[in-house]
């Protein structure tokens, strides 16, 4: 079993910056994948960026050059720099994470969700 913890959301204005932490507690999987995914009002849940135990990453268009996604593998966390917010950039973001255990079965997980308002 795999426990994702988020923070760092927050309310800021248009062109500020927030980051986000998701530390996964487990004692006997190994992560593999760690990523970012947000949810908007009315909206469907959406890739942010996802990073590989490799470092490869994945950024949605929309985010592109504005926010980095890093982790520490040591600790199993993974971060989300957010730059020059824009007000569309609100919503819930949700920590992701792919982990085995023993098997070759890869299993799923999210975090709480940690709410990220953008000001105009």
């Known amino acids: 079993q795999v426990q994702l913890v988020e923070s760092g959301g927050g309310l800021v204005q248009a062109g500020g910056s927030l980051r986000l932490s998701c530390a996964a507690s487990?004692?006997?999987?190994?992560?593999?994948?760690m990523g970012w995914y947000r949810q908007a009002p009315g909206k469907q849940r959406e890739l942010v960026a996802t990073m590989t135990s490799g470092g490869i990453t994945n950024y949605a268009d929309s985010v592109k050059g504005r926010f980095t996604i890093s982790r520490d593998n040591a600790k199993n966390t993974v971060y989300l720099q957010m730059n020059s917010l824009k007000p569309e950039d609100t919503a819930v973001y949700y920590c992701h994470a792919g982990a085995s255990g023993r098997g070759t079965v890869t299993y799923y997980y999210w975090g709480q969700g940690t709410q990220v308002t953008v000001s105009s």
């Open positions: 487990t004692s006997t999987f190994s992560i593999h994948t």
